[in-house]
């Protein structure tokens, strides 16, 4: 195989864009698509020439594709990936892996169990300034980490929130901000400053007339003793993405794809044993971070190119799909604390949040107005 022949399932405004992608990527080939409305499944396959599937298991039965990209709503993320594992098919699953960590838990575990590679799209882990951030964290010079900070405002219209009958319904989506836009930042946050090992949050509406929240706040507390701050929406502008790790020998801040690193000269600790001047503090300096050379693919286009390389070559993933339970952990305890006025301990009780979830999709009151659109965030087109 020199090239991974892949479907794409759910072809509206994000699935849409995956097809115009692919065609960029030379390790990949469209091969079929599929979505279960049938003039947006017809749109789409007569532009790119593929098969069209109105349902995902006649596509994954085709014998056309070696892997899938998911990019339907985010309740059949997990069931359409457990029959493309159950068939030896590689998945490669829009954000957020699923709507509960329970559903995600079954992901991973039917990832391992077919052999298969499984990836998750947080394109934003492979933009340089990440990049660089990761490595210095890897490489111990934050030191030991005492406090972090998420604040990621991405607005959004109420026609945003109109344009489908799922989109913001406890039944069609399962949570707001949380899940929609916030995995991107809350992957970054984790995978650069680790999982909280408690969080007690608030969400609420403030701005939009919908069911779920548009707004949520968090205190966060790390098993070494370290504490944070979180805070997403989409009712603020201008927008903004900021993560602030410190620690005990150098803050990072990253905003907006720029990367700011001091480092200590020494370490903060030691400097306040041993020092014996009054007002003396340690130094700081900046430092100039090399960031890594962008290639001629941005964003999806990235994932979807190692994705294909892991199959092909085993190429490491950049965003394994066991890795986007991190997010999961952080969007489920938030909103298992907010309804409960309980701190929640991390990981989250499957259980508990699969009863709550089961209680909040009962009472959706459902949409009263949907003006339908499927269009492709600008960003990516
Ligand atoms: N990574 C990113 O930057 C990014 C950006 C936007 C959206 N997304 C994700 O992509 C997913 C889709 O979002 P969107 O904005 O494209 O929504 P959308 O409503 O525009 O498109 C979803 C499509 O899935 C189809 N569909 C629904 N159920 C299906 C099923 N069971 N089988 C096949 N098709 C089905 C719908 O008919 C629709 O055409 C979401 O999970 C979202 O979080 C990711």
């Known amino acids: 195989m020199d090239r991974v022949r892949m479907g794409v399932i759910g072809v509206g405004g994000m ?37 069209g599937f109105d349902r995902h298991e006649a596509l994954l039965d085709s014998g056309l594709v070696d892997a899938v990209l998911i990019a339907t709503p985010h309740y059949f993320h997990a069931p359409i990936a457990l029959d493309a594992f159950r068939r030896g098919i590689h998945v490669l699953s829009e954000k957020p892996l699923a709507v509960t960590v329970s559903a995600a838990d079954q992901m991973v575990a039917a990832a391992r169990e077919s052999g298969r590679v499984f990836g998750v799209m947080f394109q934003m882990r492979a933009e340089p300034a990440s990049v660089a951030a990761r490595r210095i964290v890897e490489e111990g010079r934050l030191g030991e980490i005492y406090r972090t900070q998420l ?11 109109d344009s489908g009958g799922w989109r913001a319904t406890w039944s069609g989506e399962g949570g707001g901000v949380l899940i929609n836009q916030a995995p991107h930042a809350l992957d970054l946050f984790t995978w ?61 801040v990253l905003v907006d794809g720029q990367l700011a690193f001091h480092e200590v000269e020494g370490s903060i600790r030691a400097f306040t044993v041993e020092n014996t001047e009054m007002w003396a503090s340690p130094k700081a300096h ?14 999806h286009a990235v994932i979807t190119r190692n994705f294909a390389r892991a199959i092909l070559y085993g190429e490491p993933l950049i965003a394994p799909g066991e890795e986007g339970l991190r997010a999961m952990e ?44 499927r269009v492709t965030d600008p960003h990516y087109v």
Request: contains cysteine.
């Open 192 to 252: 650069l400053g680790g999982l909280p090992c408690r969080v007690t949050g608030q969400v609420r509406t403030r701005l939009h007339d919908i069911e779920v929240e548009d707004e949520a706040f968090a205190f966060l507390e790390y098993a070494n003793g370290a504490h944070g701050y979180l805070y997403v929406s989409t009712t603020e502008v201008p927008g903004v993405q900021r993560i602030e790790l410190c620690g005990d020998r150098g803050k990072l």
């Open 151 to 161: 604040v990621m405002g991405w607005y959004r219209s109420q026609a945003y929130y």
């Open 330 to 373: 952080l969007i489920n305890g938030i909103i298992l604390s907010g309804k409960t006025g309980e701190p929640v301990s991390l990981p989250v009780d499957r259980v508990a949040y699969d009863r709550l979830i089961a209680q909040l999709q009962a009472s959706s009151r459902g949409k009263t107005r949907v003006r339908e659109q």
């Open 15 to 51: 699935g849409s864009g995956h097809c115009n992608m692919m065609g960029k990527i030379p390790e990949v080939v469209l091969t079929a698509v599929c979505d279960v409305d049938a003039p947006t499944l017809q749109a789409v396959s007569e532009r790119h020439g593929v098969p």
């Open 286 to 299: 900046a430092v100039d971070v090399a960031l890594p050379e962008r290639g001629e693919l941005r964003d």
